[in-house]
């Protein structure tokens, strides 16, 4: 079992930035895919980014890409998410979520790929 326990949203004007955390507990760090996540209401939770389980891969969906960079510390068993210069259009839920995996290099984009999930924290950007 793999606990996540996200921290760091908020409200903040459009341009602005949030690094969000997620702390995992329960299972060797470094043999989880870790990624990110996002619903906003009225919305399916959609994929943000991804990060393999040494840190050597990710993957972004289009729309963060060049604003948004995940990150992982395996000492500290914690994923970051670093959001820059926000959008509106970024308000939602953003939701932690953790693969177990052996293979060193995947990055999983999938919603039914992860096995754990975090239970979410709330990011809001105003205009």
């Known amino acids: 079992q793999v606990q996540l326990v996200e921290s760091g949203g908020g409200l903040v004007q459009a341009g602005g930035s949030l690094k969000l955390s997620c702390a995992a507990s329960?299972?060797?760090?470094?043999?989880?895919?870790m990624g990110w996540f996002r619903q906003a209401p009225g919305k399916e939770r959609e994929f943000v980014a991804a990060?393999?389980?040494?840190?050597?891969?990710?993957d972004y969906t289009n729309s963060v890409k060049g604003r948004f960079t995940i990150s992982r510390d395996n000492v500290k068993n914690t994923a970051y998410l670093q959001m820059n210069s926000l959008k509106p259009e970024d308000t939602a839920v953003y939701y932690c979520?953790?693969?177990?995996?052996?293979?060193?290099?995947?990055?999983?984009?999938?919603?039914?790929?992860?096995?754990?999930w975090g239970q979410g924290t709330q990011v809001t950007v105003s205009s």
């Open positions: 979520a953790a693969a177990f995996t052996l293979l060193s290099k995947v990055v999983f984009t999938e919603r039914n790929e992860y096995n754990y």
């Open positions: 329960g299972r060797t760090f470094s043999s989880l895919n």
């Open positions: 990060i393999s389980r040494s840190g050597g891969n990710t």
